[in-house]
């Protein structure tokens, strides 16, 4: 992903993204949105994990950071569904 947007995209946000559900045990990943500010590092920019309870506004999502689980609180925009392989 780059770090603009497109002229047209600039400062606009996905009402879909923004509102969008996750049950606990889904597959996520993290794909933050440029307009809004994404207050955690951005190695994880890209990286997948899941999601464990909703707690507010924002899901806790567990990703494993070089073989260590680690929880994070992240509102639903910076969030991607993936399907699981079964």
Request: glycine share 6%.
């Given at each position: 992903m780059s770090?603009?947007?497109k002229m047209r995209q600039k400062g606009k946000i996905s009402f879909t993204r923004?509102?969008?559900k996750f049950k606990p045990g889904q597959a996520v990943a993290l794909v933050r949105e440029l307009s809004?500010?994404?207050h955690y590092p951005f190695k994880l920019q890209g990286r997948t994990g899941k999601v464990i309870e909703k707690r507010g506004s924002?899901?806790?999502v567990e990703i494993n950071d070089l073989n260590k689980p680690k929880r994070y609180l992240i509102k639903?925009?910076?969030l991607k569904k993936i399907?699981?392989?079964a």
């Open positions: 770090g603009r947007k923004f509102f969008q809004i500010p994404f924002a899901y806790e639903p925009i910076h399907e699981q392989k």
